[in-house]
């Protein structure tokens, strides 16, 4: 007999006991190299394990699984090259078979052909597969695409998308695939962060940077483990910003990496088991659905139907919606399909009742099938009530029937990790040795329940389903001291104080009863912090909220009601990060409870800064100043950052109602932000500052810190929201000044900022404020539509000052271009229905002064005048006035004409603006001409007239040029001088030529009249 042979690239040497690769001596155990002699030598014929034991074994008694063990050693040996991976065949419940071509020794004449070897061969899914095909080919010709499989469990939906990856690969296509298979409590954005890793080993990080462009921060923060490769440090410690558009900012990056990573060979990329994937990684896909139009990428998913997918319900009608042809189901297999299915997998026929029992017992499943094949006696019992759980479970207990105790111990352990799991941490939960672990394995392996991954010591189920079938024989009072176990691997294995945080989290939850409340909360409490940290915030709000629901300690506990709190702040947090700030507020509130009954004043003042946080805040609640009030005082000196923080939120939400407390709360902020230092604080106090002084006429103190905010924004890194108010400060401030070209600057960049941070609070003012360049333009049907757009995008988190804005933007277009009438009925309504706008009042005085209604006119400016004007802030007053003096001038009304007056000679403006940014109602000058003419003063209305028309000239304010122009006119001949004629008329024919032009009908009438 030959005693040397050869194989792919290895030669075994039977005379001097050595496999050698490429001519290098390996190191192989001797059972292992006995083992592989017997099966080179017969590899004609499969092996049995008996006579592979009988024959290697002879001089000592060991389980089978010693034989398992032996075959997986060789199978890691020979892997070193790419052929020698499937040199071992498995065939259940017959033994081995060598699979390679052999040279050196003689083949007996009854060695069966290839063609008798079973092959595994994709049966029943043809016309599937060249659905897929059509949408790849599709997909690389520059037209995005998207398949979503679906079916019952183990319907054959991952072979189909590896049969996919396979003709894929093989057109040139690049293929990244991120399975949704982890187990329990698996990491956000894991199938992202597969797919991500897989483009980092392809293309290097150079070019996955690139193409995640100037998203790759907030990726390296939601995927930690990409942060060193991309060039970002990573600090488990640090809390983040408080920034709701870093998640966005995340899916934007992907998408532009995956626009980048298609155009060279297209790309799929494949998602198994959607119905096992957190929130954040589903909506990022519905995110690139909407995104991806023309890229040479197909997007291929699969999801289990069931009660797995009802968590995932809502998203997956949304992704349909989409995309309504992307649904591709599965169906059982034919009577026809069954017959080829088990001639391909038992290599052998089976009768027609045998096959009619087998339909029967699986309903046509392919993975019933496959477990029922591997079990003695295949299709030859009757049915059960439900075929297809009887038909998986039934064959599953056949195959642990015949297992060693250790390898049904390990198994019945392994399924609490759902599918895939690490041997290291099965031995450290069970406290077994590398060699009992691995006996154990390979026996689960050779039985095709387990199989190992390609990467790394990687194990998991050959199917999902599998440990789910296992976990639901496990008996339930045994539950938690399993879970118990698991906790004790994952913490001896895991790779630093982040890792595995959510499987810690579900199994801790499970444990709780034998671990305690305090070890269930902490394990809880940090997996939803590191998920807020990594912007998965339904992943945190899921986390915090499990651990709200643990069971309370029996007695009263002080160190559980901290906890309880802290985690109600976090909560609060997260779900404002989610979008949702009016879910946090109850949150808040009962963590302030809590922390009164502690006397916390540290917890007490998280607590009350969690609703500062909140862009989309409806009006000032009084009961939340109050709060933050109390907070500062609580708080005192033990903490100058908080107390920092408090200030500013007492003068961020009281500067429209409490001047004296705005204005003591900002000074104290301002002061200590520069003892501070810390950029971020000091812009927002200076901010915060300039707001307060609204209250005051101090317009050069104001003007001053604005501009000091803007160079330290510009010169220093700050928060791209702390930024975005500065900017939008700095607009104000151009507007007022009747500076257009910096207030475009300013919005562009603002714009920018919006665009590139996904600040859905700017968008937002982006849109009022280049609404408020149109109806400077006199563009007012483009106005109108932006209007629309501008509501819409408000109306989901601030309805009433959304409307707000819009309802007085449509007033001044219908005071320019429509029915004066009509307008003051609107206001009316809009009134009625709002509170707390006393402000609004002003425009509506002025349309019904406008459509003759002078008594009712005068009846709704008694409250304002009598009142002073209130309040008296500069985001309104000037509006106020403004309104009023062009009502008086209608009315001929000389009492409130002067008292206006009087008030106009105190605004150092030149432009009068509402808010920030949201109407510029022209020149301060204008109305004080008004009022002046009203009053008798010809002359000081004249000059008044003259300098707000260069004022609105140079701002561009055409309606206002016009009513301007016709003031001017009509005053001038009012006085009646001769070399006063000819400019009358000069600038009335102008202003009825631009009124008509810009379809200021009214104004064109009184001009003609």
Excluded at 1003 to 1008: K, P, Q
Aim: hydrophobic share 45%.
């Amino acid at each position: 007999m030959a005693t040397e042979y050869a194989f792919s690239a290895f030669t075994l040497d039977v005379s001097a006991g050595e496999l050698r690769h490429r001519g290098e001596v390996l190191s192989l155990e001797p059972k292992a190299f006995d083992v592989l002699t017997v099966l080179v030598r017969n590899r004609h014929r499969v092996v049995p394990v008996d006579e592979l034991l009988t024959t290697c074994w002879s001089d000592t008694s060991v389980e089978r699984g010693s034989v398992h063990r032996a075959i997986s050693l060789l199978r890691n040996t020979l892997a070193k090259e790419a052929e020698g991976k499937g040199a071992i065949q498995t065939l259940a419940r017959k033994g081995y078979r060598f699979r390679l071509d052999v040279t050196g020794g003689d083949v007996p004449e009854s060695a069966p052909t290839a063609a008798a070897t079973p092959q595994t061969t994709y049966v029943g899914r043809e016309d599937i597969l060249t659905a897929l095909d059509e949408r790849l080919a599709h997909a690389l010709n520059g037209n995005a695409e998207f398949a979503l499989l679906h079916g019952p469990p183990g319907i054959g939906k991952s072979m189909t998308l590896a049969r996919l990856v396979e003709r894929a690969r093989a057109g040139g296509a690049v293929v990244l695939e991120g399975h949704c298979i982890e187990g329990p409590g698996a990491s956000p954005y894991r199938p992202w962060s597969r797919m991500l890793r897989g483009s980092l080993e392809n293309e290097g990080p150079a070019a996955l940077k690139r193409g995640l462009g100037f998203g790759a921060e907030a990726v390296a923060q939601a995927i930690p483990e990409l942060g060193s490769a991309l060039g970002f440090k990573s600090n488990p410690d640090a809390p983040g910003d408080l920034d709701q558009g870093a998640r966005y900012r995340v899916r934007d990056a992907i998408a532009d990496w995956i626009r980048d990573a298609s155009k060279a060979s297209g790309l799929l990329l494949v998602l198994d088991d959607l119905h096992r994937a957190d929130l954040d990684s589903i909506q990022l896909l519905a995110y690139l659905l909407q995104e991806l139009k023309n890229e040479r990428v197909l997007l291929a998913t699969a999801y289990r139907e069931g009660p797995d997918a009802e968590r995932i319900h809502d998203e997956l009608d949304r992704i349909v919606a989409l995309r309504p042809k992307s649904p591709v189901q599965l169906a059982e297999f034919s009577r026809e399909e069954v017959e080829a299915f088990v001639h391909d997998r038992a290599g052998e026929g089976f009768g027609e009742a045998e096959t009619a029992a087998l339909l029967d017992r699986t309903g046509g499943n392919p993975l019933f099938l496959e477990q029922l094949l591997r079990s003695r006696d295949a299709g030859r019992e009757g049915s059960g009530s439900d075929p297809r759980h009887v038909g998986l479970r039934g064959a599953l207990r056949r195959l642990l029937d015949d297992t060693s105790e250790r390898c049904s111990a390990l198994l019945e352990f392994a399924c609490l990790f759902g599918r895939e799991f690490e041997s290291a941490t099965l031995a450290a939960g069970l406290g077994w040795s590398p060699t009992e672990i691995e006996d154990a394995l390979a026996e689960a392996c050779d039985l095709r329940i387990l199989e190992r991954e390609h990467e790394g010591f990687g194990l998991r189920f050959v199917h999902g389903l599998i440990p789910e079938v296992l976990f639901a024989e496990v008996p339930a009072a045994r539950r938690p001291a399993l879970h118990q176990r698991v906790i004790a691997g994952l913490l001896a294995t895991r790779k630093g104080p982040r890792d595995r945080l959510g499987e810690l989290a579900y199994h801790a939850q499970r444990a709780a009863s034998l671990i305690g409340h305090g070890e269930a909360f902490a394990h809880t409490f940090e997996a939803a912090r590191d998920a807020a940290r990594r912007l998965a915030f339904d992943d945190a709000v899921g986390h915090f909220e499990q651990a709200l629901a643990l069971p309370a300690p029996a007695e009263n506990d002080r160190d559980y009601t901290a906890d309880h709190a802290r985690c109600l702040v976090e909560l609060g947090n997260a779900l404002v990060l989610r979008g949702e700030g009016r879910e946090a507020a109850p949150r808040f509130v009962e963590a302030c409870e809590l922390a009164r009954e502690l006397d916390d004043p540290i917890i007490f003042a998280s607590a009350a800064l969690g609703p500062t946080t909140v862009d989309e805040y409806d009006a000032v609640d009084a009961d939340q100043i109050a709060i933050l009030n109390e907070a500062v005082e609580r708080l005192g000196d033990r903490d100058k950052k908080v107390r920092l923080e408090l200030l500013i939120g007492v003068a961020r939400l009281g500067y429209l109602s409490d001047s004296e407390r705005t204005l003591a709360a900002s000074e104290e902020a301002l002061a200590l932000a520069r003892e501070l230092d810390d950029a971020s604080l000091l812009c927002d106090a200076l901010v915060v500052r300039a707001d307060a002084l609204g209250w005051t006429n101090r317009r050069e103190e104001c003007l001053a810190l604005v501009e000091e905010a803007d160079r330290l924004a510009h010169r220093r890194p700050v928060p791209p929201l702390v930024k975005g108010l500065v900017l939008r400060q700095v607009a104000f401030e151009a507007l007022v000044r009747g500076d257009r070209s910096a207030y475009e600057r300013q919005l562009r960049e603002l714009h920018a900022i919006a665009r590139t941070h996904r600040l859905s609070l700017f968008d937002w003012r982006v849109s009022a404020m280049k609404t408020t360049l149109a109806l400077s333009d006199g563009l007012f049907e483009e106005a109108r539509s932006m209007i629309q757009e501008q509501f819409e995008q408000g109306k989901h988190s601030n309805p009433k000052l959304a409307l707000s804005m819009a309802a007085v933007q449509l007033a001044v277009i219908g005071l320019a271009a429509g029915d004066p009438a009509q307008v003051a009925s609107s206001m009316k309504a809009f009134l009625d229905a709002a509170e707390g706008l006393i402000a609004w009042h002003s425009p509506l005085t002025l349309a019904l002064a406008s459509s003759g209604q002078f008594e009712e006119a005068k009846r709704e400016a008694g409250p304002l005048v009598r009142s002073k004007f209130e309040p008296r802030h500069r985001d309104y007053l000037p509006m106020v006035l403004a309104c009023f003096a062009d009502a008086a001038q209608m009315m001929g009304d000389e009492k409130l004409a002067k008292r206006v007056g009087e008030e106009l000679a105190e605004l150092p403006d030149r432009f009068v603006v509402l808010g920030l940014c949201l109407v510029a109602y022209g020149s301060v000058d204008r109305y004080r001409g008004l009022c002046a003419e009203v009053t008798g003063d010809l002359d000081a209305a004249i000059d008044f007239y003259r300098k707000g028309l260069e004022v609105d000239h140079d701002m561009g304010a055409q309606p206002m040029v016009a009513s301007g122009s016709y003031d001017l006119g009509r005053a001038l001949a009012a006085r009646g001088n001769p070399e006063d004629l000819t400019e009358s008329e000069e600038q009335l024919q102008f202003a009825y030529s631009l009124a008509k032009e810009l379809g200021m009908e009214r104004l064109a009438d009184r001009i003609r009249g």
